[in-house]
């Protein structure tokens, strides 16, 4: 008897090699930009803060430095010559039990995204609640009969820690749970790109 898996969902982890510079120079103005920021509007969550779908200081004055870190992780991904355009960065704060609904990163018809990134800027495996990942065919399989022996979770927890970079494709869904009241804010740099060059072939927009 033989059995395969097919089309899996590929979640890609890294280091940041320079967290702990990026932290000094990051942290402490994440903290204090985020106390006014707003809950945006097409959001469902209770309190996380934010900066998405604004331009603060603290992000664009290091955006190059941002960018050239995350782009010396991508190349330990992609196995070709590559090229990205970066879409919006932003970061999320989470200290007193927030949490973020089920989402992705598709974007829109005209504006599609490819990947999305999530940078663990400030994280404690012992207080702070990773992503959850969902199964994109969760619908399609409870409409369907698996085999106990083939029978998987619907949700994907993965074992992260300070420093790493996720990298997953932007229709996959996913949420954060509530986490504890801690005094170490958990911090999330999250950002997607567009695959504009993958080996000869160029533009993917």
């Known amino acids: 008897m033989k059995s395969l898996e097919l089309f899996p969902v590929t979640i890609f982890k890294t280091q940041i090699e320079n967290n702990n510079r990026l932290k000094e120079l990051l942290v402490r103005d994440i903290l204090e930009t985020s106390e006014t920021l707003l809950i945006p509007e097409d959001w ?4 996380v803060k934010t900066s998405f779908g604004e331009e603060l200081e603290v992000i664009e004055n290091n ?33 007193d039990g927030e949490y973020q609904e089920v989402h992705d990163h598709l974007g829109t018809p005209l504006n599609p995204t ?4 999530i940078h663990f800027l400030s994280f404690n495996k012992g207080e702070h609640k990773p992503p959850e990942f969902r199964d994109p ?30 990298m997953f494709p932007s229709y996959l869904q996913h949420c954060v749970p509530p986490g504890k009241k801690t005094s170490y804010p958990r911090i999330t740099i999250a950002f997607n790109v567009r695959v504009i060059q993958y080996g000869n072939n160029k533009s993917y927009r």
């Open 44 to 47: 469902t969550t209770n309190k």
């Open 63 to 95: 955006r190059d430095l941002l960018e050239s870190e995350y782009i010396e992780c991508m190349r330990e991904v992609f196995d070709r010559d590559f090229n990205v355009e970066f879409d919006s960065i932003w970061y999320n704060v989470y200290m």
């Open 114 to 117: 490819h990947f999305s990134f």
């Open 137 to 166: 065919l969760s619908q399609i399989r409870n409409l369907s009969l698996e085999l106990d022996r083939t029978r998987c979770g619907e949700v994907y927890v993965p074992d992260v820690k300070e420093g790493d970079l996720l």
